[in-house]
């Protein structure tokens, strides 16, 4: 069959459809979830995207902003046949006209009975919040550290701040009212185990209880290094809550799955990104992403050969979490946990 143009540089082939098939198409659950999706459409950009920064960092790269219609088109290609929802925040990144933005995201998901989440910064009052999320389906706020300032051209000026730098106990205090969500993207270089980030999130839950309290990306534990020293100490908080998104690591999958049980646990694609080629290596706590296209970051290929199984990261993502599952004997109920129950339960309970 046709490749059919998906995303940016991305398509979606017969590879794709193969390893659909051979690999996802029996074992996803009807319902599917996606806890954790941008988007925004292009002309909310304020300023285009420059050469040095598509050389400065991997992801501008890969990161070209996608609007609600193509976004819905992009899913119905990648999950034929399914009953889709899911949770929709704009790019966290002062580079966008975010009042647009979360503005005309709120009118794109409402009208396809999807869900939004507002992209906001520290400085941002309690009333705005409030007034967002009087919006039908926008459950609450996407936070990021990027959104305390301007960034410039260093990407992690930011980086080590305290969660409490970019989500304020002003906001949190009306958040908690409202019991809105709060998706959070922790800062670090060393990532979840920070011994800032588990004080801070330990914090968070006891003072602010009624905030529904999202850690995006298994707290960025790409690798089973990072898992093991940070998510056994969040275990026994059962009202806390993760997502699964950028996640294509076997191992962190499992070991997230057995820490936090399967009722905990969102699935979340963090697409568009994730709609790129190729796959992931782990040596230790670093990782190198393998693609075929060629940008500046992507230096070191593989041979052709090898390029031309790749499918896209989502995928592979998807099929990390399948061996996971499979590894440990969840049930066909943990699975349609993950991939849908959660997050409809999360929604559907009473303010
Ligand atoms: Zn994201």
Not at 1 to 20: I, Q
Not at 277 to 292: D, E, I, P, V
Not at 313 to 335: F, H, I, P, W
Request: hydrophobic content about 35%.
């Amino acid at each position: 069959m046709k490749s059919v143009p998906l995303y940016h540089v991305w398509e979606y082939t017969d590879v794709d459809r193969e390893f659909w098939r051979e690999h996802l198409e029996n074992w996803l659950p009807q319902r599917i979830f996606d806890a954790h999706t941008h988007f925004c459409e292009p002309k909310y950009r304020l300023a285009p995207i420059t050469e040095q920064q598509r050389r400065d960092y991997w992801v501008n790269e890969v990161n070209d902003p996608i609007g609600a219609a193509d976004a819905q088109r992009c899913y119905e290609t990648v999950f034929p046949g399914r009953d889709f929802s899911c949770l929709a925040f704009g790019m966290p990144t002062l580079d966008y006209d975010l009042e647009a933005c979360n503005t005309d995201l709120q009118k794109q998901c409402e009208k396809r009975g999807w869900y939004s989440l507002a992209v906001i910064g520290p400085q941002w009052s309690a009333e705005s919040i409030a007034t967002l999320l009087g919006q039908p389906g926008m459950l609450g706020v996407k936070v990021y550290y990027s959104m305390i300032g301007q960034e410039g051209t260093v990407r992690s000026k930011h980086l080590e701040a305290d969660i409490f730098d970019f989500l304020p106990h002003h906001q949190l205090e009306v958040l908690n009212e409202l019991r809105g969500w709060v998706m959070l993207h922790v800062p670090k270089a060393d990532r979840l185990g920070h011994p800032a980030n588990i004080a801070q999130i330990k914090e968070i839950r006891k003072r602010y209880p009624n905030v529904v309290l999202v850690i995006a990306h298994l707290g960025r534990c790409y690798t089973i290094e990072h898992a093991k020293e940070a998510l056994p100490q969040l275990a026994d908080d059962q009202g806390l809550y993760f997502d699964n998104s950028a996640v294509l690591n076997p191992e962190v999958h499992r070991f997230a799955l057995e820490t936090l049980g399967a009722n905990r646990i969102l699935y979340g694609t963090d697409n568009p990104v994730f709609y790129m080629r190729g796959r992931r290596q782990w040596q230790g706590k670093t990782y190198t992403n393998r693609t075929s296209y060629p940008f500046y970051f992507n230096k070191d290929r593989e041979p052709p050969e090898v390029e031309a199984t790749y499918t896209l990261y989502m995928y592979e993502a998807l099929y990390a979490l399948k061996q996971a599952c499979e590894n440990l004997g969840l049930t066909r109920q943990d699975v349609e946990a993950i991939f849908n129950d959660n997050a409809r339960r999360l929604i559907d309970s009473p303010a």
